[in-house]
């Protein structure tokens, strides 16, 4: 996949999201790919290998990939993308920073933390889990 923007209607700033990676991920390729996606499936899919190649990258480069990530939908997007990768994802190296938390215990149903659990964190000690096996 070529780095670049990807947007699904529906989801709000998520697109914004996206273009900040794509321009970290390619600052100087000149050019800029809008790639319009039909569904939030279709979304995860691309996310989740932008992400793969940004994670690869940044590991390679730093050993360590430094990530912020909101609530909303992402978490179930970034679930979705990350399942279907074909390919190692390190995830101890991966640093997770919250943005845009709100002010609510970390078990509100309010909270991005617990979004965030949901979807990822919990998806990532299953899939140490069933590597480890």
Known sequence: M?????????????????LLLALFQAPDSGKM???VSPTPDDVG????????????QAIAANGRFTVALS???L????NKGLAAIKGDVDFSKW????ADERCVPLDDD???YKACKAALFDYVRKAKLSAAM
């Open 2 to 18: 070529s780095p670049g923007c990807l947007r699904s209607h529906g989801l709000g700033g998520f697109g914004l999201v996206l």
């Open 33 to 35: 790919v809008l790639r």
């Open 45 to 56: 899919a691309a996310v989740g290998e932008l992400i793969f190649a940004l994670s690869k």
């Open 71 to 73: 609530g909303g939908s």
């Open 75 to 78: 978490p179930k997007i970034l």
């Open 95 to 98: 640093l997770v920073y919250f």
């Open 110 to 112: 309010d909270s991005n």
